[in-house]
């Protein structure tokens, strides 16, 4: 039996509010992002189904049609059209970030500046939002960078028409360091920066609990590694590698960016050259050992991070300095690339704090430049699929892959 029009507009009601502000603490923090994350990022085809339950309902009940639930319709279509207001807001919030972060003269390094349409909302792509596929894109999967399995497989995306010495762009995926693939994270930027003549490389890690770390950052470097002795073949320049990564994705991203050929985390390949040229990390983990005193750091390094992803016997009261050696906020250095940090208002994961306390230091200490930008009612993991938010976010880390790319290039021609 299917729910009555008062339940069904009151439980979309309540899905809305959340999104609009979904509530803060612990124990809310996981069912809120869910319910916000999918009502935030698909404001507009559930105000499209709202509007058409209104109307199936009116014309099954002319003239008795239930008042409280057409008010209840009415307040829900409302917050989800202020929803996909501020949905909208991402382009000017990440143009913005974008001259703040690395200049408003930025655009003149671009090839191709951006026109009206390029900057315009994809609505014909947004229709179908789990539909990601381009055909003017191909795929080469499950390719071995390492020994070990299926945690050491990547995939290839390039131009269908064949690219030589183009720009590479590492995607990391996130879960928490326990879960996640390859498969399922970081498509719509990858697709759209293949498209462009990118080529992008997606890789699994070792997860935990059965890996422990540095596991994961060691497999990371591996697949570098790999990049820069294979990418030729697949049309790449494996002197430029920008990495990108949200969540635990994002910590490792930024990590990579931070440890350029540390040793330490390059075990047996301490020859290889693993630095990264740029590094745009999606609301990513920086505080990793909680050195900030931030109470939702602490609460992370103590039920996720020392139970599951370090080994049981290395507690962060005995061996403080493993962790901080893992947590990008406490490795940044002079020698930073351009980073281009995004982070959602709402997220209730990883707060916002954490990456304003990131870019903070990031800008105190490094040489180079550093764009952050804050999305307005964005929640985690906002860019999975494509969005209204997501598209305007994945063009504008388009131009500051393009510029880094370009800039780079000119830096090194000159030195």
């Known amino acids: 039996m299917q729910p009555s029009f008062v339940v069904r507009q009151a439980l979309q009601l309540a899905l809305t509010a959340n999104a609009l502000k979904p509530p803060r603490g612990a124990r809310t923090a996981i069912p809120a992002f869910f319910a916000g994350w999918l009502t935030g990022e698909l404001a507009p085809h559930l105000l499209a189904l709202t509007a058409a339950d209104v109307a199936a309902h009116v014309a099954r009940h002319r003239g008795g049609s239930s008042k409280a639930g057409l008010a209840l319709a009415a307040a829900s279509a409302a917050g989800l059209g202020t929803l996909i207001a501020q949905s ?46 381009d055909p003017a894109v191909r795929r080469t999967r499950n390719i071995a960078y390492a020994p070990g399995g299926k945690r050491f497989l990547l995939d290839v995306y390039t131009p269908r028409e064949p690219v030589t010495g183009a720009p590479i762009l ?199 430049e550093v764009a952050y930008a804050e999305i307005s009612g964005a929640q985690h993991a906002f860019d999975v699929f494509p969005s209204i938010r997501s598209a305007h976010v994945v063009r504008g880390v388009e131009r500051f892959l393009e510029w880094s790319y370009r800039t780079w290039r000119r830096r090194s021609s000159e030195s």
Not at 90 to 112: F, M, N, P, S, V
């Open 170 to 368: 590492l995607q990391v995926h996130g879960g928490a360091w326990v879960i996640g693939n390859k498969d399922q994270q970081g498509l719509p930027l990858m697709l759209h920066m293949a498209k462009r003549g990118w080529i992008c490389i997606a890789i699994n890690y070792p997860l935990s609990p059965a890996a422990r770390w540095p596991a994961h950052i060691v497999a990371a470097k591996r697949a570098l590694a790999w990049i820069r002795d294979n990418a030729e073949s697949y049309g790449g320049d494996p002197s430029f590698v920008a990495v990108t990564g949200g969540s635990a994705g994002g910590h490792l991203a930024a990590l990579l960016a931070l440890t350029a050929n540390d040793p330490a985390l390059q075990p047996g390949f301490t020859e290889a050259d693993t630095s990264i040229q740029a590094c745009a990390p999606h609301y990513g983990v920086y505080d990793f050992a909680a050195t900030s005193g931030r109470r939702s750091s602490q609460a992370r390094l103590k039920t996720l991070i020392a139970r599951h992803v370090f080994e049981a016997d290395r507690d962060p009261e005995n061996f403080l300095n493993d962790y901080i050696a893992a947590s990008p906020l406490d490795r940044i250095t002079e020698d930073a690339p351009p980073f281009f940090v995004i982070h959602g208002v709402h997220d209730s994961l990883v707060p916002v704090g954490e990456a304003r306390e990131f870019v903070r230091r990031l800008r105190d200490k490094s040489r180079r």
């Open 88 to 133: 909208q807001r991402a382009r000017d919030e990440i143009e913005t970030a974008l001259t703040e972060g690395i200049g408003k003269a930025y655009i003149d390094e671009l090839e191709h500046p951006p026109s009206p349409t390029d900057l315009a909302t994809p609505w014909g792509q947004l229709a179908m939002p789990f539909r990601m596929r």
